[in-house]
């Protein structure tokens, strides 16, 4: 049943992406993160989830995709390298099936790492990476976090969705995320316009003075690229991020939490 | 329970978030980003390819922006 239920919300997620195909870069996101495929039964457990989505983000982005202000920076390149560096190592190891299981998911995380900066070409898209961050790593916070809030844990002693020690799954991993990923929480007007703060009539809170962080990446992103095109972004050298987002109309957004 | 409980909220909300995301038009173009792209595209083809960019030419500033400046000296 659970299985069903997991491949009905893949299917409405692919569903959606077929009017935005961004959709489904959050839908392999979704699945990395909480792994509907080892949580349900049945079905969902025959069918490579991981891989479809894969494969529907990264050809939705080629071939929907309209791929304004997208470079390639130096993380980037340095994680290729490391890419490259972990197929050396992987193949050169002296127990070659044995690196292959253990650095399968490096390989996969490192790819996905690369390839998602090409996606976040928007504000929305980059607050609606957030958000499904957030959602989907809250699922197991609050389920975790009820059963040792009503029933006691300890090491070794967590439930998870899954019985598996790895990945999100893994409890210090999980406890590091869920803490780094306490700032996103705070971000109130996602999905929300920052316009209807204003029609509303309503002052934005002071947390909303930390939504510039999103800002200043994205615009720092578009500056570089224009920059790089020798356009209009490279005479913007010298003014600072907070002008710029202040043309954004967003007038409270500082950029600095 | 409780998982189910957990699924059910985070489900919920993402569901609820992806079907308010189809219906923003920002999502594929960002309109401040799109301010960027005809100046950058002008600037380029009256430059060429060999001449840099020069750091500092007040007439690429959007007008909000000259505005701003002014208002603060």
């Known amino acids: ?257 | 329970m409780i998982d189910y409980l957990a699924l059910s909220i985070g489900h919920g909300l993402i569901a609820i978030a992806l079907l308010r995301l189809v219906m923003r038009d920002g999502l594929d173009v960002d309109p401040f980003l799109q301010a960027f792209k005809p100046k950058a595209s002008g600037r380029r083809k009256a430059r060429g390819k060999t001449r840099q960019p020069s750091h500092r030419d007040a007439s690429d500033l959007p007008k909000d922006l000259e505005a701003g400046e002014e208002t603060q000296r």
């Not at chain 1, 193949?91 to 790819?111: I, Q, R, Y």
């Not at chain 1, 907070?242 to 043309?247: D, F, T, Y």
């Open chain 1, 1 to 257: 049943m659970m299985g069903l239920i997991f491949l009905s919300f893949i299917g409405y997620m692919l569903l959606l992406g077929a009017r935005r195909p961004f959709l489904w870069v959050l839908l392999y996101v979704y699945i990395d993160i909480l792994a509907p495929q080892r949580i349900g039964f049945g079905l969902i457990q025959s069918i490579p989830v991981s891989l479809v989505a894969f494969l529907a983000a990264f050809g939705g982005y080629l071939v929907f995709d309209k791929k304004e202000f997208v470079s390639f920076s130096w993380r980037q390149g340095l994680l290729l390298a490391l890419l490259a560096y972990c197929f050396w190592t992987t193949g050169n190891a002296d127990f070659a099936e044995s690196a292959a299981t253990k650095w399968s998911w490096v390989w996969k995380a490192l790819l996905f790492a690369i390839f998602l900066p090409f996606t976040l070409t928007s504000r929305l898209r980059l607050e609606a990476m957030a958000l499904l961050m957030v959602l989907a790593i809250g699922m197991i916070v609050i389920s975790t976090g009820m059963k040792i809030t009503l029933g006691g844990g300890g090491y070794g002693n967590l439930k998870f969705f899954v019985d598996d020690n790895s990945g999100i799954y893994e409890s210090s991993t999980l406890a590091t995320v869920a803490i780094a990923l306490t700032p996103l929480i705070y971000r109130a007007d996602i999905l929300v316009p920052a316009d209807t703060h204003r029609h509303r009539g309503a002052h934005r809170p002071v947390m909303h003075r930390g939504a510039g962080g999103f800002d200043v990446a994205l615009h720092q992103k578009a500056r570089a690229v224009c920059d790089r095109r020798g356009g209009a972004g490279a005479d913007r050298a010298a003014v600072p991020s907070a002008k710029l987002l202040r043309s954004d109309g967003d007038h409270h957004s500082t950029g600095r939490g």
